[in-house]
Antibody, heavy 122, light 107 residues
Framework: EVQLLESGGGLVQPGGSLRLSCVAS????????MGWVRQAPGKGLEWVSG????????VYADSVKGRFTISKDDSKNTIYLQMSNLRAEDTAVYFC???????????????WGQGTLVIVSS | DIQMTQSPSSLSASVGDRVTIACRAS??????LSWYQQKPGKAPRLLIY???TLHSGVPSRFSGSGSGTDFTLTISSLQPEDFADYYC?????????FGPGTKVDVK
């Protein structure tokens, strides 16, 4: 059974930094693209970032480009989202997800974690 | 950037009803369109990918259609567990925009 477990969320002041982690199990982690999607309180879903299995391609939403960095450690079956210069509008539940397709990212997420809450507030 | 719209934003329906949700892209995305279901406090669940392919384990009452800019999610006979929010998402060039969502609630 595929399992994704996010951690690292919390309360951070505007301008601060936070690193989210997502540990995967139940599948061969290396070849699959992974991504982060967020949901602000009471709002819809927003793609944040994605990384292909070979780590050659990373993609970011315009809203986080230059502030967030996604990375992948196959030895730990983990992806990370390093978030810096955080703003109030980054407040959201952050979900990690696994791409459905082996190989290049198709960005269709067939497994999701339960999410981790990030609150940016002074 | 590609923009996604959905209609209606909400609808009220009864168990057994046929429900249709529309999704429109601001430019052609071929069939790079997925549908997700989300219940309160839960992660989204993939229902359909490539516009019309049912994801494994998803009941056959769910179906998707469309290509280019116009897409539809249909629930043929609404079940109690189907009351939820539904989102479309394009992936034409990389991971792309989600639609704003459609809330399906009890009439």
């Amino acid at each position: 059974e595929v399992q994704l477990l996010e951690s690292g969320g919390g309360l951070v002041q505007p301008g601060g930094s936070l690193r989210l982690s997502c540990v995967a199990s139940g599948f061969t982690f290396g070849p699959y693209a992974m991504g982060w999607v967020r949901q602000a309180p009471g709002k819809g879903l927003e793609w944040v970032s994605g990384i292909t299995g070979d780590r050659k391609t990373t993609v970011y939403a315009d809203s986080v480009k230059g502030r967030f960095t996604i990375s992948k450690d196959d030895s730990k079956n983990t992806i990370y989202l390093q978030m810096s210069n955080l703003r109030a509008e980054d407040t959201a539940v952050y979900f990690c997800g696994k791409d459905k397709t082996y190989g290049d990212g198709r960005w269709e997420l067939d497994s999701w974690g339960q999410g981790t809450l990030v609150i940016v507030s002074s | 950037d590609i923009q996604m719209t959905q209609s209606p934003s909400s609808l009220s329906a009864s168990v057994g009803d046929r429900v249709t949700i529309a999704c429109r892209a601001s430019q052609s995305i071929s069939t790079y369109l997925s549908w997700y279901q989300q219940k309160p406090g839960k992660a989204p669940r993939l229902l359909i990918y490539a516009a019309s392919t049912l994801h494994s384990g998803v009941p056959s009452r769910f179906s998707g259609s469309g290509s280019g800019t116009d897409f539809t999610l249909t629930i043929s006979s609404l079940q109690p567990e189907d009351f939820a929010d539904y989102y479309c998402q394009e992936s034409y060039i990389g991971p792309g925009a989600f639609g704003p969502g459609t809330k399906v609630d009890v009439k």
